[in-house]
């Protein structure tokens, strides 16, 4: 068994802000009338069907993770300098802990790219059954068809920001956590300043 009260990894990225801007004029991806997905939101369908492993026999999935695994190795071992503490202990609870063990990970959060870039990990499988499912921002992943279905494959839970945590999505993240699956949070803090 696993001690996870002194499991705890911090990994320092230097990544740089997005290169790409968003455009606002991209099209949502509106709930289709057949979807009977609970987790649909808003009158939003963010995919739910792309999000299972069976979908189209995890070829999709595989792709995903093996390309965005690699392109993020790169990055990690030769265009940045990293600094990984309790890297093991790490890889020790995604890879070795019992069989329907769930886990939370929880990291800052300073760029766009911090996500998939923490995942290139020298000895981090990029094995699409041990890969964290992860929270993001249904504005900026999840704002058309094309990164709907992407985000999804790469196992991205779409949540809306300022919402609040009694949202669909969130029912989802819970599901996986009971599914004894690996969920990872990156922290994405900000001030409001409100009047008066």
């Known amino acids: 068994m696993l001690d996870c009260s002194s499991a705890a990894a911090h990994l320092v990225l230097h990544v740089g802000d997005p290169f790409w801007q968003r455009s606002a004029l991209i099209p949502t991806v509106p709930a289709s009338d057949h979807s009977s997905s609970p987790y649909s939101f808003g009158g939003m369908d ?37 600094q990984v503490h309790n890297q093991q202990t790490l890889f020790n609870l995604v890879k070795s802990r019992p069989r329907g063990t769930p886990l939370l990970t929880i990291s800052n959060h300073m760029s766009t790219l911090d996500d998939p870039l923490m995942w290139g990990l020298r000895g981090l499988p990029a094995d699409p059954k041990l890969g964290r499912w992860c929270l993001a ?26 919402a609040g945590i009694y949202q669909p999505h969130m029912n989802e993240a819970l599901d996986r956590l009971k599914e004894g699956e690996w969920v990872h949070e990156k922290l994405k803090l900000r001030i409001n300043c409100c009047g008066g």
């Open 46 to 82: 963010y995919m739910p069907w792309a999000a299972q492993p069976s979908h189209l026999g995890g070829i999709p999935r595989r792709v995903v993770f093996t390309t965005v695994g690699a392109l993020s190795k790169l990055w990690i071992s030769f265009l940045n300098s990293t």
């Open 137 to 162: 921002a249904n504005d900026i992943c999840f704002t058309n068809a094309l990164f709907s279905y992407f985000f999804r494959l790469g196992k991205c839970i779409p949540i809306t920001r300022g």
